[in-house]
T-cell receptor, first 115, second 112 residues
Framework: AQTVTQSQPEMSVQEAETVTLSCTYD???????LFWYKQPPSRQMILVIR??????QNATENRFSVNFQKAAKSFSLKISDSQLGDTAMYFC????????????FGTGTRLKVLA | DSGVTQTPKHLITATGQRVTLRCSPR?????VYWYQQSLDQGLQFLIQ???????AKGNILERFSAQQFPDLHSELNLSSLELGDSALYFC???????????FGSGTRLTVV
C-alpha cells in the first residue's frame, strides 16, 4: 500500500522569503502522479502543482516549484517570494497512474506567512 | 467558484439521524469523488463514481452510501450518525485525472 508522509506539521516564513515543504512517499509502483494542494482558511482545496513520475523535469508554476527525487521518493514544494495569501494548510497527494485514481494524502503542513 | 457545488455548506444533526450531502460536478466532468476530512484521520477517500457507475470504494462505512444520477450530480447518504462522523466532506470532480481534481468547498457536518 502507498503511504505519504509530511514530517513538518507547522512552518512559518517571513513575507518575501522562500520556504520548502517536504513530502516523502512509499510505493512499489513506477508510474504515478504527485500533487500539492493548498487549503486556506476558507477550507477550499486548491491545486497548486502536479508532477508526473515519468518526467524527470521538476514542475514549476509561477512562484511554486517542486524538487522531485524519484529514487529517494521525495517530492518537496518550494514557495518563492512568499505572500500573506500563501498562509494555508498544504497537502501532498499521491495517485497511481491506473486503477482507481484515488488520492493518498499526507497529513498536511500548516504554513503561516508572517508580515 | 471552483465549478463543483456542494450543498449544504453546514449541517448540524443529532446522533442516530440520517443526512444527505449533495454534489454537482463541473460541467462535463463525468467522475465524482467523495473524501472525508477529519482531525484524527486526515483526508480519506470514500468512494468514486464515473458516469453513474461506482468505480472504487475506499474506507467507507456500511452506514454510508452514495449514488450518481443521470444528470451526473451525486449524493452521499450518511445514516445512524455517530459523534465520530463529524467531519468535512468534500466532493471533487475531474475531466482528466492526470491534471488533478477540482474540489468543492465541502460540507461541514457536526453530529451532536
Amino acid at each position: 500500500a502507498q503511504t505519504v508522509t509530511q514530517s513538518q506539521p507547522e512552518m512559518s516564513v517571513q513575507e518575501a522569503e522562500t520556504v520548502t515543504l517536504s513530502c516523502t512517499y512509499d510505493t512499489s509502483e513506477n508510474n504515478y502522479y504527485l500533487f500539492w494542494y493548498k487549503q486556506p482558511p476558507s477550507r477550499q482545496m486548491i491545486l497548486v502543482i502536479r508532477q508526473e513520475a515519468y518526467k524527470q523535469q521538476n514542475a514549476t508554476e509561477n512562484r511554486f516549484s517542486v524538487n522531485f527525487q524519484k529514487a529517494a521518493k521525495s517530492f518537496s514544494l518550494k514557495i518563492s517570494d512568499s505572500q500573506l495569501g500563501d498562509t494555508a494548510m498544504y497537502f501532498c497527494a499521491f495517485m497511481m497512474a491506473s486503477g482507481t485514481y484515488k488520492y493518498i494524502f499526507g497529513t498536511g503542513t500548516r504554513l503561516k506567512v508572517l508580515a | 467558484d471552483s465549478g463543483v457545488t456542494q450543498t449544504p455548506k453546514h449541517l448540524i444533526t443529532a446522533t442516530g439521524q440520517r443526512v444527505t450531502l449533495r454534489c454537482s460536478p463541473r460541467s462535463g466532468d463525468l467522475s465524482v469523488y467523495w473524501y472525508q476530512q477529519s482531525l484524527d484521520q486526515g483526508l480519506q477517500f470514500l468512494i468514486q463514481y464515473y458516469n453513474g457507475e461506482e468505480r472504487a470504494k475506499g474506507n467507507i462505512l456500511e452506514r454510508f452510501s452514495a449514488q450518481q444520477f443521470p444528470d451526473l450530480h451525486s449524493e452521499l447518504n450518511l445514516s445512524s450518525l455517530e459523534l465520530g462522523d463529524s467531519a468535512l466532506y468534500f466532493c471533487a470532480s475531474s475531466a482528466d485525472v492526470y491534471y488533478g481534481y477540482t474540489f468543492g468547498s465541502g460540507t461541514r457536518l457536526t453530529v451532536v
